[in-house]
């Protein structure tokens, strides 16, 4: 465990949580992204957070509008990264990139000369992907199935780890007088010739200033778990519960150490979604707002168009919590006696509510199947309440083992972003959870990382001790 808990802002422009664009003040037009970019990148950099992410996703469509808004339309995560190393001074900068589909030596080319632009700030998310559609964008005739992707990832990376340390740090010998620019010995081929990767190297840009980009991989799948603990430095999972969290925390932990790497050499982060107002029952009414905004099957024209969500209506629900809803209306209270005939998966569903908004079944401020049936289509790691409630949420959690730090997900932007960075970050800061000025300029520094030895010269000592 690193001595404070890792912060990342993971940036998604016009909210994480679907109906996040549409609250009051919110950002929602992605044509204007660039400007929430970097008051966003600012104002994490103010808080000294370890870094901003970027996710990807290599594919649009209208069925993405109500599940996922943010994918719609949004700036590409290398370019972002490219354009705020000339913005920020000190924050890490993470993009996300797909190893079934980027090109491997222009990625290397890319994230190196990045993490030069920014002087050792450029992380890499590695992902495999999800998305089917991102094959017929990449001229490829089907998504490969998951081994496979798997199997090149596994290439990928390690290729990708040769081509950055292409050139050792005394290759540039740059002696004026006798023209002698490069000692040719220092410069090394790549010649990874995989089943799934081959490039001959070297690269022609100079070793990252971090020697290696710090890579981080987020997955769900056990190849995805292996890949993690085998090559990532940051491992992305996100769990359904603090004691999930643990559990998957350690088991990452000990393959990490079965494939030869140092205690600590792989941290773990997991993904919140803090809803914070100067109150608890402040936040619990932003959320009752959210899961309001989420548009349902109300038998609008809205509702009845092609990429609208199965889940969202009244006989859905009635399927989940396992009872007949007959007519019930969208804003109708739920009956106690009612709730009470609702299955386990219905009574959680109604905790879940109660704890993130005000309302209570029976109560002044009811339950309604509007809440339900939107808490039950939306799921998200929502952390609901005061600054110093959801502190005590990222404590419990990191001191549990549950977590090395956060990806922190914010439901709109910037006035829940500045919710955290003004009020969560110093409560962590007043704890001594969190730092409150970077000390080191990489994003390996501020992570706690050290800079790996150049594979080249590794591989030389060995030879020289025969
Ligand atoms: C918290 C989290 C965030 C992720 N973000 C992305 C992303 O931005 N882009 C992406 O292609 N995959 C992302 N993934 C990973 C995909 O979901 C993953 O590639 C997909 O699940 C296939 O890998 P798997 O078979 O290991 O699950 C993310 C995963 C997690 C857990």
Redesign the pocket.
């Known amino acids: 465990m690193t001595d404070h808990l890792i912060l990342g802002a993971m940036f998604r422009a016009v909210g994480a949580y679907p109906s996040g664009w549409r609250f009051p003040g919110a950002h929602h037009d992605p044509r204007d992204d660039a400007a929430v970019l970097r008051r966003t990148a600012l104002a994490a950099e103010a808080a000294k957070l370890d870094y901003i992410f970027f996710?990807?996703?290599l594919a649009t469509g209208h069925d993405l509008e109500f599940r996922d808004p943010y994918l719609l339309a949004r700036i590409d995560p290398v370019s972002a990264i490219a354009h705020l190393s000339g913005v920020t001074e000190r924050i890490g900068l993470i993009a996300?990139a797909?190893t079934t589909y980027f090109d491997l030596y222009t990625l290397a080319r890319l994230t190196a000369s990045i993490d030069r632009l920014s002087d050792g700030r450029a992380g890499l998310n590695l992902?495999?992907?999800?998305?089917p559609r991102a094959a017929g964008n990449h001229g490829r005739d089907a998504h490969a199935p998951?081994e496979h992707r798997y199997d090149q990832a596994t290439e990928f990376v390690d290729a990708l780890t040769r081509l950055w340390d292409s050139w050792e740090d005394d290759a540039f010998v740059l002696d004026q007088g006798t023209g002698t620019f490069i000692d040719p010995d220092r410069l090394h081929r790549t010649d990874a010739v995989g089943e799934h990767v081959r490039v001959t190297g070297p690269l022609n840009v100079a070793r990252p200033v971090q020697g290696r980009l710090p890579i981080v991989h987020?997955?769900?799948?056990p190849?995805?778990r292996q890949l993690a603990a085998e090559a990532a430095d940051l491992a992305?999972?996100?769990a359904p519960s603090r004691e999930a969290a643990v559990q998957i925390r350690a088991g990452l932990r000990e393959a990490a150490a079965s494939a030869g790497r140092p205690s600590g050499a792989l941290k773990v982060v997991t993904?919140v979604l803090p809803v914070v107002a100067p109150t608890r029952a402040l936040a619990q009414d932003i959320f009752d707002e959210l899961l309001r905004l989420v548009p349902l099957d109300d038998g609008s024209p809205l509702s009845r168009s092609a990429a609208f969500p199965a889940n969202r209506s009244v006989a859905s629900l009635a399927g989940t919590v396992g009872t007949e809803l007959g007519a019930a209306g969208l804003d109708d209270a739920v009956p106690a006696s009612v709730a009470a005939a609702f299955n386990d998966d219905g009574q959680r569903l109604i905790e879940l509510v109660a704890s993130r908004t005000r309302r209570r079944v029976g109560g002044d401020l009811p339950v309604t199947y509007r809440h339900l049936i939107a808490s039950n289509a939306v799921p998200a790691a929502a952390v609901v309440g005061s600054s110093s409630e959801v502190a005590d949420h990222l404590e419990s959690w990191f001191t549990s083992g549950a977590a090395d730090g956060f990806?922190v997900l914010t439901p709109y932007l910037p006035a829940q972003f500045d919710a955290f960075t003004h009020d969560v970050v110093p409560e962590l800061q007043r704890r001594g959870l969190f730092r409150t000025e970077y000390e080191g300029t990489t994003l390996r520094e501020h992570l706690g990382l050290p800079v790996p030895a150049n594979t080249h010269t590794v591989d030389e000592l060995v030879d020289a001790r025969g």
Do not use: H, K, M, Q
């Open positions: 996710g990807d996703w996300t797909n992902v495999t992907g999800a998305e998951n987020a997955g769900t799948s190849r995805s992305l999972i996100a993904p990806n």
